[in-house]
């Protein structure tokens, strides 16, 4: 099982819309086929997304695993409905109380 260091793919997104978020993090618990998918979303819950400006981040031991959660939102959710406001490949996830 992969810890909170490996996760260090992250892609910070924004969404206005509460419904798009938590598809947003089914997908990204879809597309991290390896290790703890939970790291991935920790820290984007409702709570996290209020509290900075409707943007959460999203973290991936892989980069592909980033991209194609890319892929599968770009593919799934309706057009502009969310958008990339940043990418970095060193970011590790941080445990969530």
């Known amino acids: 099982m992969s810890d909170h260091a490996d ?3 992250s892609i910070q ?3 206005s819309d509460l ?3 938590n598809c947003l993090r ?3 618990d879809y597309t991290q086929e390896t290790g703890n ?3 991935t979303w920790g820290g984007t819950g409702e709570n996290n997304w209020e509290e900075n400006n409707q943007q959460v981040t999203f973290h991936f031991t892989n980069p592909e695993y980033r991209h194609q959660f890319k892929q599968e939102a ?3 959710l309706p057009y502009q409905s969310w958008r990339t ?3 970095n490949d060193n970011d590790p996830a941080t445990p969530q109380s």
Do not use: P, W
Request: glycine letters at 0%; hydrophobic letters at 50%.
């Open 26 to 28: 089914a997908l990204a």
């Open 13 to 15: 997104i924004h969404t």
């Open 74 to 76: 770009s593919r799934v």
């Open 19 to 21: 419904a798009i978020l």
């Open 85 to 87: 406001v940043q990418e």
């Open 7 to 9: 996760h260090h793919f």
């Open 37 to 39: 998918s939970r790291i």
